[in-house]
């Protein structure tokens, strides 16, 4: 199945809520989700029956949608999740977060995840000072990833970086945005994501 190219914020509406995939729009009043609360298409007002099947369905398109992936994408993470041990819900949201579209994200170099994914294929940062362009690599503990030299000035990064403390950072990345640079100081836990998510719902899709 293709990633998803159309409107962005039709997404957040059928689920219900922010995803935050149109960057800095999400944080005003213009956010689609507060101006049309109810879900799209013209069936969108009526009542929505709800399912066993529709709730587990929806959770797992929350997140998959949420990090922008495409759903064979989705399943190979699941798997590899479901192979570690401890909780596969739990391993599934941090391997999701470790992705390096994620990581500058949350860094605050871009406003959302598909715009970091944009800059990465195109080469303007660096993975413990090598060129990576590579937006699903998975960042270890330790590592530092930087602007490189010549972008430090791009429009998009200098714009995100203005609305950075609006947004929040996360606790296990450590930010200099002076210098570019974030350090991942550890690897997160389920307490630090703030994602609204039943991740066992997902597992509880895939195990059928």
Same mark, same amino acid.
């Given at each position: 199945?293709?990633?998803?190219?159309?409107?962005?914020?039709?997404?957040?509406?059928?689920?219900?809520?922010?995803?935050?995939?149109?960057?800095?729009?999400?944080?005003?009043?213009?956010?689609?989700?507060?101006?049309?609360?109810?879900?799209?298409?013209?069936?969108?007002?009526?009542?929505?029956?709800? +399912?066993?099947?529709?709730?587990?369905?929806? =959770?797992?398109?929350? @997140? !998959?949608?949420?990090? $922008?992936?495409? /759903?064979?994408?989705?399943?190979?993470?699941?798997?590899?999740?479901?192979?570690?041990?401890?909780?596969?819900?739990?391993?599934?949201?941090?391997?999701?977060?470790?992705?390096?579209?994620?990581?500058?994200?949350?860094?605050?170099?871009?406003?959302?995840?598909?715009?970091?994914?944009?800059?990465?294929?195109?080469?303007?940062?660096?993975?413990?000072?090598?060129?990576?362009?590579?937006?699903?690599?998975?960042?270890?503990?330790?590592?530092?990833?930087?602007?490189?030299?010549? +972008?430090?000035?791009?429009?998009?990064?200098? =714009?995100?970086?203005? @609305? !950075?403390?609006?947004? $929040?950072?996360? /606790?296990?990345?450590?930010?200099?945005?002076?210098?570019?640079?974030?350090?991942?100081?550890?690897?997160?836990?389920?307490?630090?994501?703030?994602?609204?998510?039943?991740?066992?719902?997902?597992?509880?899709?895939?195990?059928?």
């Amino acid at each position: 199945m293709a990633r998803y190219t159309g409107p962005v914020c039709k997404v957040c509406r059928r689920e219900g809520g922010k995803l935050f995939l149109k960057g800095q729009r999400c944080y005003t009043d213009k956010c689609a989700v507060v101006t049309r609360e109810n879900p799209p298409g013209q069936h969108g007002q009526g009542r929505i029956r709800t +399912s066993e099947y529709r709730i587990h369905l929806r =959770e797992k398109q929350k @997140v !998959r949608s949420t990090y $922008g992936l495409s /759903e064979s994408q989705f399943k190979r993470y699941y798997e590899m999740a479901r192979s570690q041990r401890g909780a596969t819900g739990e391993n599934l949201l941090v391997l999701l977060e470790r992705r390096l579209d994620n990581i500058i994200y949350r860094s605050g170099f871009t406003t959302s995840r598909a715009e970091a994914r944009q800059l990465i294929d195109h080469g303007h940062f660096r993975v413990n000072g090598r060129k990576t362009d590579i937006p699903s690599y998975l960042v270890k503990e330790g590592d530092v990833i930087e602007v490189k030299e010549k +972008s430090k000035t791009l429009h998009a990064i200098v =714009e995100a970086l203005e @609305v !950075r403390e609006q947004r $929040g950072s996360a /606790e296990w990345i450590e930010v200099d945005a002076d210098a570019r640079k974030a350090t991942v100081k550890a690897l997160p836990e389920r307490t630090d994501l703030p994602m609204a998510v039943e991740e066992r719902l997902i597992v509880e899709f895939y195990s059928k």
